[in-house]
C-alpha cells in the first residue's frame, strides 16, 4: 500500500532564504500532488505531477517528480513571509480513488 | 468558480449524540471523500464514493457511516459520537478523469 513520508515536519526560515522540502513515496504513484494549507483553512491545490521529471513552477515554488527515486521536492525560492502555510504531498494509485497525504511540513518565513 | 460546500464550520456536540456532516459541490463531479485531519497525522481517508450510490471504506471508517443518494451530496454521519472523533473534517470532491481533488472548507467538530 502506497506510504508518503514528509521531511521536515516543521520548518522555520529567514526571508530571502531558499530551502526545500521532501517527498518520498513507497510504492508506483501514478500522480504526486502538493497543497498548501493556511491555519484554520482548506487544502488549496498548488500542483499536479504526472510523469517522471515533470517540474512545475509558480511564483517562487517549484515542484519537481522523479519516479524512479520514488521523491518529489517542493523548492522555495527566496522565502517571503507570505508562503508561512503547511504543505502537503499527496500520491495516489491508478485504479483506486484512494488519494494518501503526507503528514505534512509547517513553514514558518521570519521577517 | 470550483465550489465545495460544508454547511457546518464548527460543532459541538454530546457523546452518544448522531452528528450528521453534509458536503455539497456544483461541479457535477463522480468521486467525493471524506477526510479527517488530525495534527501530526496529516490526512486520514473515512471513506469515499465513485459514484451516486456507491461507497467504499478508506483507511479509518470505524465509527462512521456515508451516504450518497444525490450527486452532488456527500453525507458523513456519527452514528454515535465519541470524544475520539473530536478533529477536523474535510470533504473533497473530483471528477472521475481529472487531475485535482477540491476540498470544502472543513468542519470542525468537538465532542464532549
Known amino acids: 500500500e502506497l506510504k508518503v513520508e514528509q521531511n521536515p515536519l516543521f520548518l522555520s526560515m529567514q526571508e530571502g532564504k531558499n530551502y526545500t522540502i521532501y517527498c518520498n513515496y513507497s510504492?508506483?504513484?501514478?500522480?504526486l500532488y502538493w497543497y498548501r494549507q493556511d491555519p484554520g483553512k482548506s487544502l488549496e491545490s498548488l500542483f499536479v505531477?504526472?510523469?517522471?521529471?515533470a517540474v512545475k513552477q509558480e511564483g517562487r515554488l517549484m515542484a519537481s517528480l522523479d519516479t524512479k527515486a520514488r521523491l518529489s521536492t517542493l523548492h522555495i525560492t527566496a522565502a517571503v513571509h507570505d508562503l508561512s502555510a503547511t504543505y502537503f504531498c499527496?500520491?495516489?494509485?491508478?485504479?483506486?480513488?484512494?488519494?494518501?497525504f503526507g503528514t505534512g511540513t509547517r513553514l514558518k518565513v521570519l521577517a | 468558480d470550483v465550489k465545495v460546500t460544508q454547511s457546518s464550520r464548527y460543532l459541538v456536540k454530546r457523546t452518544g449524540e448522531k452528528v450528521f456532516l453534509e458536503c455539497v459541490q456544483d461541479?457535477?463531479?463522480?468521486?467525493m471523500f471524506w477526510y479527517r485531519q488530525d495534527p501530526g497525522l496529516g490526512l486520514r481517508l473515512i471513506y469515499f464514493?465513485?459514484?451516486?450510490?456507491?461507497?467504499e471504506k478508506g483507511d479509518i471508517p470505524e465509527g462512521y457511516s456515508v451516504s450518497r443518494e444525490k450527486k452532488e451530496r456527500f453525507s458523513l454521519i456519527l452514528e454515535s459520537a465519541s470524544t475520539n472523533q473530536t478533529s477536523m473534517y474535510l470533504c473533497?470532491?473530483?471528477?472521475?478523469?481529472?487531475?485535482?481533488?477540491?476540498f470544502g472548507e472543513g468542519s470542525w467538530l468537538t465532542v464532549v
Open positions: 473533497a470532491s473530483r471528477s472521475s478523469g481529472g487531475n485535482t481533488i477540491y
Open positions: 499527496a500520491g495516489d494509485t491508478s485504479g483506486t480513488y484512494k488519494y494518501i
Open positions: 464514493s465513485y459514484d451516486v450510490k456507491m461507497k
Open positions: 461541479m457535477d463531479h463522480e468521486n
Open positions: 505531477l504526472l510523469s517522471n521529471g
Open positions: 510504492t508506483t504513484s501514478d500522480r
